[in-house]
């Protein structure tokens, strides 16, 4: 088994003078530094439209791209925008941080001008990309399309009730008046498509292959829910009756409530797992690897009362484990995923991962608070992937700085840690000298940032998602560096 390594980072914490990283001229330069750097593997946080808090994991659409990374050079190349409207605007003043807020304003006043003048032209591909994905693009569209007509409501909150049940002549009436604004929608997924996959297939031509991040559970407020609630546990008026959640424990006393529908896997059984099949063989259009998140969910998985404040009141239910995958096995072949099987694993859930065959995930930060824990590389197997860190973990820097003193002297004593060197670097060290077949560092570790470049706090709303790369981070000798300890540890096949 060949051993490689890679780097995540999110499309979003890529540099431009837009406000968010997008599919343009930094994104290609970012392939060229791993190629360059000896890397085989580019890890990327879901590419979701995103909802309210920002959150990759919560989105409007299971299969909708979010329109934030259309890159606007590329419109501009294509003739569908101008210089002037986009050049000399200001998208936030800080470079290393999304403003949200002023890039969801500012970024959809300009694709709206590309859209007027891309509409004004008759595109075949266009209306190809539209029929060849209106098994979901045409729910998505409408709903963005109703949802902005509402003031971005949630459609639990829409005045007409019809609409909120799909009423067949309701949905004609709103598909006619509102047919201007689900083009625009339809517009935005065909640009985004458009550039993703050639930024997909530049990399793939260096080399450099995509792992794409796959939530378990989709939002409320999605296409998904409004079009197919039967596909969740809801009650006879589609409320939902349980959601998403973890029970407590010691880093958070009441739990986590996420609030996420959650499927009837009895009835999915019944209908073969279609809309989960349909699913992963979309993502592996878009991604070269998959990685599941929140995989033990398949396993057993824990609901909580529809309307509690806390997660406290939950229970845990069985999921439907193994025959769910032999399923997509049967239809799609062999795929490529990464069971993200991180927090309480029990035996049972450690042999439901054991018998897919996915290598499952090893977290260096986690490996120094217990007396032999299993996320310390000399207990690591080879079918795993292994992390310095994750998108909700702090920096290897400020993960240093805010553990115990013992903890601390069991790190640097165990990853014979050099202060000279970086704390950084002597995790990443540590897992490109496993037997992990791939290890994988942040950008950020990389770069040796503390806690101010953290990407997310799980359970709080609010200045998360918000990191981005400096211009001029990615320098030759950074990448000589990277690829030396690379080729040291043999990971450069």
């Not at 897919?356 to 490996?367: A, I, R």
Request: proline fraction near 3%; hydrophobic fraction near 35%.
């Amino acid at each position: 088994m060949k051993r490689e390594s890679g780097i995540l980072m999110h499309i979003s914490s890529l540099p431009n003078e837009f406000g968010i990283g997008s599919f343009g001229r930094e994104a290609y330069e970012f392939v060229d530094f791993l190629e360059l750097a000896g890397q085989k593997y580019w890890q990327i946080l879901p590419l979701g439209h995103t909802s309210y808090g920002d959150s990759p994991y919560q989105c409007f659409s299971a299969f909708a791209g979010n329109p934030h990374f259309i890159n606007l050079d590329t419109l501009s190349k294509k003739g569908y925008l101008k210089e002037e409207d986009y050049k000399d605007i200001n998208f936030g003043e800080d470079k290393e941080k999304v403003d949200y807020a002023l890039i969801f304003k500012k970024r959809n006043e300009i694709l709206e001008i590309a859209y007027n003048n891309f509409y004004k032209e008759k595109n075949e591909d266009f209306e190809i990309f539209k029929k060849e994905n209106s098994f979901w693009l045409d729910d998505y569209s409408l709903y963005m399309a109703i949802k902005e007509s509402f003031d971005l409501k949630s459609f639990r909150e829409w005045e007409d009730e019809k609409l909120v049940n799909r009423d067949e002549e309701t949905l004609k009436e709103y598909r006619e008046k509102l047919k201007e604004r689900i083009e625009y929608y339809n517009f935005l997924q065909y640009e985004f498509f458009y550039e993703w996959s050639n930024l997909k297939e530049y990399a793939n031509s260096k080399g450099i292959k995509i792992i794409g991040d796959l939530p378990i559970y989709v939002a409320d407020d999605s296409a998904d829910m409004w079009s197919n609630p039967k596909n969740f546990k809801v009650d006879s008026d589609n409320n939902l009756k349980v959601v998403a959640g973890c029970p407590p424990d010691a880093f958070a006393k009441t739990g986590q409530l996420w609030g996420n529908p959650i499927y009837d896997w009895d009835k999915m059984e019944k209908d073969g797992f279609d809309w989960w099949i349909l699913r992963v063989k979309e993502s592996l259009k878009i991604y070269d690897i998959i990685r599941i998140d929140h995989f033990r969910g398949f396993e057993s998985y824990y609901e909580i009362p529809y309307g509690n404040k806390t997660a406290e009141n939950g229970k845990w239910v069985k999921g439907p484990g193994i025959k769910l995958f032999n399923k997509i096995k049967e239809s799609l072949g062999d795929v490529n995923v990464i069971a993200e099987d991180l927090g309480f694993m029990t035996k049972e859930v450690i042999d439901f991962r054991d018998e897919t065959g996915f290598p499952g995930m090893k977290v260096l930060e986690f490996g120094f608070g217990g007396e032999d824990s299993t996320d310390l590389p000399h207990n690591y197997i080879e079918n795993s992937i292994a992390y310095t860190g994750t998108h909700d973990n702090d920096t290897a820097l400020g993960w240093f700085l805010s553990i115990s003193e013992e903890e601390r002297e069991k790190a640097i004593k165990y990853l014979k840690l050099d202060l000279n060197e970086g704390v950084s670097y002597g995790l990443i060290r540590g897992i490109w000298g496993s037997v992990s077949r791939l290890s994988i560092a942040t950008m950020q570790d990389l770069l040796k940032l503390g806690t101010e470049a953290r990407m997310n706090i799980p359970s709080t709303l609010g200045g998360n998602w918000q990191w981005r790369m400096k211009e001029g981070s990615l320098t030759k000798e950074l990448a000589k560096n990277l690829y030396d300890m690379t080729k040291l540890y043999g990971r450069t096949n």
